[in-house]
């Protein structure tokens, strides 16, 4: 594992280079995992031509966890990646986010188009808003995780699931620090959304995955698509948000995208 230095503030950001061939691609993932995930999902194997970087978020995994919010401002996410950038020497890149890690991508996307050859959002959306991981997750889910940290936060959702999680996500949720969580959900619902301006003036390819049965994502990708025409919209059937991303539709069309986009 290597570290770079945001050096806005000073926050030490968790990084892996997999692989020495082929065009570079970046993983950032969603909230509240790491970037294991990329491995449990797949994506190491089926990018296997490519070199691939993956990080931990602030407050995520390995890298730093802040306790205050406005360490969590989308300035710092964005930072951060360009900071792994710059420290593995990587001028530019095929960028793929989920969940937070496609918002954070909306975002670099829109301000370091110099640095990024494409952009795939899968179960993303330009922003947040208000209330949204009370939609995502359960009502009170901030307050809950204040109150009763990661374990308290678990029991709650999967009380409210009605079934437990799989192991390997109560495994990455249990890992991370509830006070630094919390403090980035805060931050999160605050942050400014990419406007319909900025996506429209994105001049790389772009393609946008999102689930049927992930109905705030889907939308946010069908207005996406709205905005950029020429982006690719990929629908996964029966998929919901945390299916998506692991969905062999979803990573089939990644790795068809990269294939083709690397192909002129």
Request: net charge negative.
């Amino acid at each position: 594992m290597d570290y770079a230095t945001n050096p806005d503030d000073g926050t030490r950001v968790a990084y892996r280079v997999s692989g020495d061939s082929g065009s570079c691609v970046v993983l950032l993932h969603g909230t509240a995992l790491s970037q294991a995930t990329w491995r449990g999902y797949g994506y190491l194997r089926e990018l296997a031509g490519h070199t691939v970087v993956t990080l931990d978020f602030r407050g995520h995994g390995r890298s730093d966890k802040p306790h205050t919010a406005d360490a969590y401002a989308m300035a710092r996410f964005t930072g951060d990646v360009i900071a792994v950038l710059d420290a593995a020497g990587i001028e530019s890149a095929h960028l793929v986010g989920y969940s937070l890690g496609a918002r954070v991508g909306f975002s670099l996307a829109a301000q370091h188009p110099s640095r990024f050859s494409s952009f795939t959002s899968i179960a993303g959306a330009p922003g947040t808003g208000s209330g949204v991981f009370d939609r995502v997750f359960f009502p009170e889910a901030i307050g809950t995780l204040e109150a009763g940290g990661m374990a308290g936060f678990v029991a709650a959702w999967e009380e409210r699931m009605g079934h437990p999680l799989d192991p390997g996500t109560r495994a990455a949720f249990l890992t991370n620090d509830g006070l630094a969580l919390a403090a980035y959900m805060r931050e999160a619902e605050r942050v400014p959304r990419v406007t319909d301006a900025e996506i429209a003036a994105l001049s790389m390819p772009v393609a946008l995955i999102a689930g049927t049965r992930d109905p705030e994502r889907m939308r946010a990708a069908e207005h996406v698509h709205g905005a950029l025409p020429t982006s690719r919209l990929t629908v996964v059937e029966g998929a919901g948000h945390a299916d998506t991303p692991r969905h062999p539709e979803t990573v089939r069309a990644v790795r068809e995208f990269l294939a083709e986009v690397d192909a002129g």
